[in-house]
């Protein structure tokens, strides 16, 4: 079996693949301050509660935008899975070519949803991941990683009108049934979910035409992907899964029959 852990900001994704199927996924928050034999425990409760022997783990694969955590994360494994993991990192084979300025510049999250969208659904593609930060990203139909934009993530955005505007609550963030707001609460929900869903397609339209081309897929992903794609007249595939994907391709490049 291989185990695939996506790092992000706010949470972790792990994946476990018996081949190309994966047999378990979850979700646990990225917490820098947890130790090695935490993390290590963790991640064998996980398994054993599906009925996962962490015997049956062969590989492990990992991607990372937090460095702080990868310390603990890196020695769990070797200690209690006795494997070294395969890192995304500059040097491993992912058949992206990278045309930003400064390649080490990119988010190895952005490079392994590239690979996963460019196997699941071909190219050209365009990448939204709706997680800390909202990103999208372009891949030619030669597999080249042409740039991206980013810009602040939804729940970040709904807690600094929470944190900086003393008169406005925290709010839970659905898609209102008016977009005219008759509560505080409505108001803060009508702007935030179609202020986003306004975003997305004005940013992916404009991308389309610099690209230079209307047959081009979206796809998105992250926590929030299926709430603005129920809205969004752009997005037309929601993979929330795209970075395991992703990972697990990559393993199989880079892995030696």
């Not at 699941?120 to 080249?144: E, M």
């Not at 929601?238 to 030696?256: C, D, P, R």
């Amino acid at each position: 079996m291989l185990l695939a852990i996506d790092v992000g900001n706010t949470n972790s994704a792990i994946g476990v693949y018996q081949g190309d199927t994966l047999v378990g996924n979850w979700r646990v928050s990225t917490t820098k301050e947890r130790t090695s034999d935490e993390t290590g425990m963790l991640l064998i409760s996980i398994l054993q509660h599906a009925g996962i022997s962490p015997a049956q783990v062969k590989d492990v694969i990992m991607c990372s935008v937090v460095p702080p955590a990868m310390h603990s994360i890196i020695n769990a494994i070797k200690k209690y899975f006795r494997i070294n993991p395969i890192l995304v990192e500059p040097g491993i084979k992912t058949g992206i070519n990278i045309k930003y300025e400064n390649p080490r510049e990119v988010g190895t999250d952005k490079i392994v949803n590239a690979v996963g969208a460019l196997k699941l659904y071909g190219g050209p593609v365009i990448i939204v991941d709706f997680g800390t930060a909202t990103t999208f990203c372009a891949v030619n139909r030669k597999g080249d990683y042409l740039g991206g934009i980013i810009s602040p993530g939804i729940k970040i955005s709904a807690e600094a009108l929470f944190n900086k505007a003393s008169m406005l609550p925290r709010i839970e963030i659905n898609k209102p049934k008016h977009i005219i707001g008759r509560t505080t609460v409505n108001s803060m929900q009508s702007g935030i979910f179609y202020g986003f869903v306004g975003q997305t397609d004005y940013i992916v339209r404009l991308m389309k035409k610099e690209m230079s081309g209307d047959n081009i897929k979206v796809v998105a992903t992250g926590g929030m992907a299926n709430l603005i794609a129920s809205e969004s007249t752009m997005i037309d595939e929601v993979n929330t899964l795209l970075t395991l994907e992703g990972l697990k391709a990559i393993y199989q490049m880079n892995s030696i029959v």
